[in-house]
């Protein structure tokens, strides 16, 4: 049994994007007096997304290639969507938003409201508390069990508010009634549009000859309620599609060890270094490979003399002049490339493990998220550290 967590890097390439856009407006403000953007004549071809996000598909399907090389691969299960919103488009049962046992469809509401609230109380903005699902109209007073009319609420305003109307329980707080007023009406397709990335991928899954079973987050989450697990990467993994609770399906293994795998990229390919104001730095050689070594390699040093006298294990940036740069676990100095001896290839990842949360420290069935987080691990090369 294997687990990997993928660590993706969107966020660092979103930066180099909005740089290099800064740099091109800079040189198009500095040799152009004014000439009016030409007509949008380069529309984007179907199924693009933001360099960003296309490299969380590319590299999840990096990955998954690889365990299809290594395993006999027969099936995929993928979580597709967050929530299933056909679960609760329509008219909801009366009553089962109040029942005390949990059902799918509450799972999948939870779940959407979760995301369309960003996860706090909509009356205080707490997070981090158990919340409820509160009916911003109460049931009461007609209010409906449509997801327009539903709110998440901390216990404590849950039970302030009680069953009075929204416009007198907020009526010291006029810009936050507007404001949740203005959340409430938000469409569906709106809050559903986080989930295009995720489609993305199951469409490339699916062009893999293979079986791709797709199933909504919130299945996973009543999944691991019922059985009452806690929230990991790895029990969120094996609680994805369907399990029969009843007939006591359940999990029995859990690995000992999360392989953390985290995405650092191969290098720019631009060969010169700007300054901040986009202006040429530095030179860059046009090669990457110096005396043998490319930066990323995973090398052993064995230095004979001086301050880091020793043997060593890190990653190196690579030197024209062969002075390589070592960053291991505590440590970063120059060596020779003549003390080093190659462990493995940079291939655009770096990899680690870092401790699973064990199954014997499960809790019992709390309805409102308490994370466990699984461990930060300690032993991943970060390139930027
Ligand atoms: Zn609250």
């Given at each position: ?9 969107g ?39 933001p360099?960003?996000?296309r ?6 399907m ?37 029942s ?32 409820d ?34 416009e ?12 949740v ?7 569906l ?8 990335t ?46 029969d ?79 390589h ?6 440590s ?25 949360i ?28």
């Amino acid at each position: 049994m294997i687990t990997i967590e993928l660590r993706h890097r969107g966020q660092k390439i979103h930066g180099g994007m909005v740089r290099r856009a800064a740099y091109r407006r800079r040189r198009r403000s500095a040799n152009l007096r004014y000439r009016a953007p030409r007509h949008d004549n380069r529309p984007r071809p179907d199924g693009w997304l933001p360099p960003s996000v296309r490299h969380r598909v590319d590299s999840t399907m990096s990955v998954v290639m690889r365990l299809c090389r290594y395993a006999p691969v027969c099936e995929i299960h993928v979580e597709q969507v967050a929530f299933d919103t056909a679960s609760f488009a329509g008219a909801i049962p009366s009553g089962a938003l109040e029942s005390t046992t949990s059902t799918r469809t509450k799972s999948e509401i939870r779940e959407f409201l979760l995301a369309k609230w960003k996860g706090s109380c909509a009356y205080c903005d707490a997070t981090g508390v158990p919340l409820d699902i509160e009916h911003v109209r109460p049931r009461s007073r007609g209010g409906s069990n449509r997801v327009s009319n539903l709110v998440l609420a901390c216990v404590p305003c849950n039970q302030a508010k009680g069953t009075a109307p929204i416009e007198e329980f907020l009526a010291d707080q006029p810009a936050r009634l507007e404001r949740v007023i203005a959340q409430l009406r938000r469409p569906l397709q709106d809050v559903a549009a986080m989930n295009a990335t995720r489609l993305q991928l199951v469409r490339e899954l699916e062009g893999q000859d293979m079986p791709v079973h797709a199933w909504s987050g919130g299945r996973t989450r009543w999944n691991r309620f019922a059985l009452g697990l806690p929230k990991s990467h790895t029990i969120d993994a094996l609680a994805t599609g369907v399990m029969d609770h009843e007939r006591g399906d359940a999990l029995v293994r859990m690995p000992a060890q999360i392989l953390v795998v985290a995405s650092t990229g191969r290098g720019s390919y631009a060969r010169t270094t700007p300054d901040r104001f986009g202006f040429p730095r530095l030179q860059r050689p046009r090669g990457k490979v110096h005396h043998g070594y490319s930066t990323g390699d995973l090398v052993a040093a064995v230095v004979p003399q001086g301050k880091w006298a020793g043997g060593w294990v890190g990653r190196i940036a690579v030197r024209a002049s062969g002075q390589h740069r070592i960053t291991t676990l505590t440590s970063r100095f120059d060596v020779s490339h003549r003390n080093l001896r190659l462990l493995q290839r940079a291939d655009g990842y770096a990899y680690g493990f870092a401790a699973e949360i064990r199954l014997s420290e499960r809790q019992g069935p709390a309805y409102s998220g308490h994370t466990l987080k699984g461990g930060d691990p300690g032993n991943v090369w970060n390139p930027d550290a």
